[in-house]
């Protein structure tokens, strides 16, 4: 898939998310106050703060797609983890909002019997939202794009409040109004865990922290597969949004010449890039192979 493609895939999930969650905040806003469920306005906040992380999101895969530049030689890739980070933040503080509330009309017993129509307004929400999740994963997988994983997530994390949602309003239709709040007050944690779980991967990614071990293992393989390729000596990576930046040291016989050696490593780059279509740049280091050197060769540390 080309890096264009990827972009455009990307930010059309962005604007689903957009359409979806306004339409969503605005039934549940009006299902909410009519239907006297705190719980159901506590998750029209949430639709409304994820109509936010979209415009976000949508931001940050314009900036990430932009070409490599004088001030940028390694693309805008980070913006796109960036933009997790904040979504992150945001959903965070949005279940940090909804606690408050929610505790709030617990202790000052401010809760009433809700309307059907707010348990409608709920299982609606789980019906769209688990329709969303599963579009726009498939869209983050097929990317890698961390962006937009963040989003997907959020969206699992929706239905699953929604799914507390339906049992608290239905519990308070019961009999037991206090479940209401209950509610709204599990909506927030599942809020607040899923914006936890996207600042820290979100962070990885900011640190340069390495990607799975199964993927290095990969570079290693096809890097060993080249002729003139003694042996791996070290393999680095790290994410820029949706790509790898790869540093690989190789050894090489060190009889052969400069100009032998540097059809080698550009012979790993393209195959690297051309076998992982994740991968935007490999740095290749040639060294001389350890076993080849003569006795009391200092060698090399690189």
């Known amino acids: 898939m080309e890096h264009s493609e990827r972009f455009l895939i990307a930010e059309r999930a962005a604007r689903l998310g957009i359409c979806g969650n306004l339409g969503l905040a605005f039934i549940k ?16 906040v949430n639709s409304l703060a994820d109509v936010v992380t979209d415009i976000v999101t949508i931001f940050s895969l314009r900036i990430a797609k932009k070409p490599i530049d004088t001030n940028h030689p390694y693309g805008h890739g980070k913006a796109e983890a960036i933009s997790a980070f904040l979504v992150g933040l945001f959903i965070m503080g949005t279940g940090a909002f909804i606690f408050f509330s929610a505790s709030r009309s617990i202790f000052t017993r401010s ?10 307004a709920a299982l609606l929400t789980v019906l769209v939202k688990e329709g969303m999740f599963r579009y726009v994963y498939k869209v983050g997988r097929e990317t890698n794009s961390p962006a937009v994983m963040a989003k997907a997530r959020d969206h699992r994390s929706d ?21 209401d709040p209950i509610a709204a007050g599990l909506v927030s944690f599942f809020i607040i865990r899923i914006g936890y779980f996207i600042l820290l991967n979100a962070s990885h ?8 071990e199964p993927i290095l293992r990969e570079i290693t393989l096809i890097a060993e597969e080249i002729e003139g390729v003694e042996h791996v000596h070290e393999v680095k990576a790290r994410y820029a949004g949706q790509f790898l930046l790869v540093d690989i040291k190789i050894e090489a016989d060190p009889k052969i010449t400069v100009a032998k050696g540097h059809d080698i490593a550009v012979e790993v780059r393209r195959r690297i890039i051309k076998r992982m279509n994740n991968v935007a740049d490999v740095l290749v280091h040639v060294n001389p192979y350890r076993e080849h050197l003569p006795h009391n060769h200092p060698g090399t540390t690189d």
């Open 159 to 179: 239905v699953l409040a929604s799914f507390s949602v339906i049992v608290g309003v239905t519990a308070a239709r019961l009999g037991y109004p206090i479940f």
């Open 205 to 212: 990614q900011l640190m340069d922290t390495l990607p799975e």
């Open 29 to 44: 806003l009006f299902a909410g106050i009519v239907g006297k469920s705190q719980a159901v306005v506590a998750d029209a």
């Open 111 to 120: 809760y009433v019997k809700p309307e059907l129509i707010a348990l409608f």
